[in-house]
């Protein structure tokens, strides 16, 4: 079975991951099995140094120095539980010494198969100001949708401010289903947690829109991709 290898940026979703990998396994593997797993991380703070100067550079280089020590730790692909830092992922992919799992790649797929056909799209100001998703989305024919730039910016403040933290407030939950319903208004029929840390705080039982976890399908797709023979390429 090919082992996991995590490039952890908040501790927040990298743990919600990391837990998700062995509940996954649990169920896909046997009772109490799951693929080996290496993590690596750099503190938040370095990269929201370089995210807040917007040096994506910066970004990929921490990202490929993580990669390069769980590739030294026997990891045989990666993946990254923070849907922000993959803008700097085509900085830094070829020069990787191992293959990557695309969150919102991931993330498109399942949208897809579900047969949504307009995402509404969450997460961090960084995130939701750039093309990770639309890409990963329009690559499958599917449209989108992004909060208002106020709405961004509230919801980048409970993500920093809160989720990063573990703090969960029924004030966040209230403000999280107002967008999302508006953006239901506007003909979305899906929402992603494009925040490794809103499935923390909301969920399908919550949502005014069924949600795409992007976190946990991440997390799902490693312990899928490490049960396959093959070395990944």
Known sequence: MKKIGIVACSAEGAALCYRTIALAGAELIG???????????????????????DDWQGVAALMLSSAGKLAAMGADFLIC????????????????????LHIAEVVAEQASQRGFKKIAITGTKYLTNSDVYPTALATRGLAFERPA???REAIDRIIFDELVYGIFRPEAVSYFQQVIDRLKRQGCDAVVLGCTEIPLLMNDSNSPLPTLDSTRL????????????????
């Open 218 to 233: 991440l997390a799902r797709a490693a312990v899928l991709h490490a049960m396959q023979s093959e070395k990944a390429i």
């Open 81 to 100: 539980p923070d849907n922000t830092i993959h803008q700097a992922l085509p900085l830094l992919r070829e020069r990787s010494p191992l293959p990557w």
């Open 31 to 53: 009772p109490h099995d799951h693929p080996e797993v290496a993590l690596h991380n750099y503190s938040l703070a370095e990269y929201m140094r370089c995210i807040c100067r």
């Open 149 to 151: 730039m106020e709405e």
